[in-house]
């Protein structure tokens, strides 16, 4: 299984694309990128999963603290993501 969805679906788009385009006469190109994208998209996949641990961890410490300024500054930077 892929941990690269979004960009395997858009490389499927492409080469259906240039299928068609070739069919149709059409001069080759290079479909190039994809590893590129794949790396960002694996990127963006580990900030987001770090994203999720540090919430996990501020919600915890907010439920130690109970209340307080603290915990409202905690609330208001997870709101305004």
Not at 4 to 26: F, L, M, N, P, V
Not at 43 to 65: H, N, P, T, V, W
């Amino acid at each position: 299984m892929s941990d690269t969805h979004r960009t395997d679906a858009a490389e499927e788009q492409s080469i259906r694309a240039y299928e068609k385009e070739r069919a149709a006469g059409w001069p080759d190109f290079p479909c190039d990128g994809y590893d590129f994208a794949r790396e960002l998209e694996r990127e963006l996949s580990a900030a987001l999963a770090r994203i999720k641990r540090l919430e996990e961890a501020g919600d915890a410490m907010a439920e130690y603290i109970a209340s307080g300024p603290d915990v409202q500054k905690w609330t208001q930077a997870k709101e305004a993501r």
